[in-house]
């Protein structure tokens, strides 16, 4: 029912997530960036709590393979959800239960980590893992995060375009923050943009970005 993309920028210092499904207000439920210790995305019947369970486990010094194989341990659902870890180092993991609608799987390399479910099939994480790997240099905003936040949208778009959420779209939400040693609440975030019920969300959402950081 969604798909979504965690992934850092060290040259830049940046952390940042991408997500989007054919759900509304996928923004409010999938994503969350801790500038201090990283990213996690849970999905499918999605389990909210599980987002502050990895975040507090990353403060606590878990790694994000410990924390992905914690899960069963923490959610008697487990089966039905799918959860992904990114830290502020680039270490990933990510774990899809037995019972997520199918096509459901993750991709996962240092620095990025892509997982979705009820995808119109694995070839939409395989776009998206290689539109971001050749991306690093794009992008037409001067500020790194603006930089940053579009190479997450068009890692989405390239999803979408290969067959996204086999239902369709309706929302969309970006998260891009400068990795800090500082624990906030909320978030110091640099990006935080939503489209929660949209026919084009991904392309709203390149809009705000254009209206944030591009010239005025």
């Given amino acids: 029912m969604t798909y979504t993309v965690l992934a850092i920028d060290p040259r830049s210092q940046l952390i940042g997530a991408a997500t989007a499904s054919y759900s509304l207000a996928v923004g409010n439920a999938v994503i969350a960036v801790a500038p201090d210790v990283g990213a996690v995305a849970s999905q499918a019947y999605t389990n909210r709590r599980l987002r502050a369970r990895c975040i507090d486990g990353l403060r ?19 089966t039905h959800r799918q959860v992904a870890v990114i830290d502020r180092n680039g270490r990933t993991s990510a774990v899809t239960g037995s019972a997520c609608s199918a096509w459901a799987g993750e991709a996962e390399e240092p620095g990025m980590v892509t997982i979705g479910n009820l995808l119109a099939g694995p070839e939409v994480l395989t776009v998206m893992r290689t539109v971001f790997k050749e991306s690093a240099d794009a992008g037409t905003f001067d500020d790194p995060a603006g930089r940053f936040a579009s190479r997450l949208l068009d890692t989405m778009s390239a999803g979408e375009r290969a067959g996204g959420d ?41 809009e705000a970005l254009q209206l944030q950081f591009g010239p005025h």
């Fill in 60 to 78: 606590n010094g878990m790694s994000p393979q410990h924390l992905t194989d914690t899960i069963p341990a923490w959610d008697p659902g487990h």
């Fill in 166 to 206: 086999a239902r369709g779209r309706q929302s969309a939400a970006v998260q891009v923050a400068h990795m800090s040693s500082t624990r906030d609440w909320p978030p110091a975030l640099a990006v935080d943009l939503r489209a929660d019920n949209s026919r084009d969300p991904l392309a709203d959402l390149g």
